[in-house]
């Protein structure tokens, strides 16, 4: 079982950036395929980002387009989502999440393993 700790979160005004992290541990990282949710208050939690285990597939939401970037380094067992030009509807708490091991990784029965979540609060 692998245990993922988000940090990077914070508040920041509309157009700003901030790189959000995911820290894994308790297993092999390299063998999972990673991905990004978020969930604002009220809404169901939704797919951002997903990235296979040797990142040779990558998945963004139509909402986050061009503007939010993932990435993993296998080396220091983290992945990564940069986001750029952010918005006030990108307020929400972004959870990282491993991969259960198929094929698909773009909806939540697809994740096993969650962090706690880090608050992403975009001011305007």
């Known amino acids: 079982q692998v245990q993922l700790v988000e940090s990077g979160g914070g508040l920041v005004q509309a157009g700003g950036s901030l790189r959000l992290s995911c820290a894994a541990s308790?297993?092999?990282?390299?063998?999972?395929?990673m991905g990004w949710f978020r969930q604002a208050p009220g809404k169901e939690r939704e797919f951002v980002s997903s990235?296979?285990?040797?990142?040779?597939?990558?998945y963004y939401a139509d909402s986050v387009k061009p503007r939010f970037t993932i990435a993993r380094d296998n080396a220091k067992n983290t992945v990564y989502l940069q986001m750029n030009s952010l918005k006030p509807e990108d307020t929400a708490v972004y959870y990282c999440?491993?991969?259960?091991?198929?094929?698909?990784?773009?909806?939540?029965?697809?994740?096993?393993?969650w962090g706690q979540g880090t608050q992403v609060t975009v001011s305007s």
């Open positions: 990235i296979s285990r040797g990142a040779g597939r990558i």
């Open positions: 999440a491993a991969g259960r091991g198929g094929y698909d990784i773009r909806s939540l029965a697809d994740f096993g393993s």
């Open positions: 308790g297993s092999t990282f390299s063998s999972y395929p």
